[in-house]
């Protein structure tokens, strides 16, 4: 049974720092790309982040280009969201996934979801 179970959310001024983590298991975790995604009440659920099954490419939306950095650890079938210099405008709950087939930017791309880690950015 396939599970991914995301960690690190909460709530922090803004300008502060997360760093999400997402666990996976019962997949052979470096065949998958990895993305995460985030919604927020009301909104529609969307693309954040992106990184290749190899590690060697990263992808990310116009709103988390320079702030935010996805990376993997394959020993530890693990992904992370580094998400820096906060906006309460990033408040919403942020789900990682995996895509066997290449992930991308799109939901249709990916397997596997996690249920979400809740993030607050307060101003």
């Known amino acids: 049974q396939v599970q991914l179970v995301e960690s690190g959310g909460g709530l922090v001024q803004a300008g502060g720092s997360l760093r999400l983590s997402c666990a996976a298991s019962?997949?052979?975790?470096?065949?998958?790309?990895m993305g995460w995604f985030r919604q927020d009440p009301g909104k529609e659920r969307e693309f954040v982040a992106h990184?290749?099954?190899?590690?060697?490419?990263?992808m990310y939306s116009d709103s988390a280009k320079g702030r935010f950095t996805i990376r993997r650890d394959d020993a530890k079938n693990t992904v992370y969201l580094q998400m820096n210099s906060l906006k309460p405008e990033d408040t919403a709950v942020y789900y990682c996934?995996?895509?066997?087939?290449?992930?991308?930017?799109?939901?249709?791309?990916?397997?596997?979801w996690g249920q979400g880690t809740q993030v607050t950015v307060s101003s």
């Open positions: 990184i290749n099954w190899s590690g060697t490419f990263q």
């Open positions: 019962g997949l052979t975790f470096n065949l998958y790309a």
């Open positions: 996934a995996a895509g066997l087939r290449g992930g991308g930017r799109e939901q249709t791309s990916y397997n596997y």
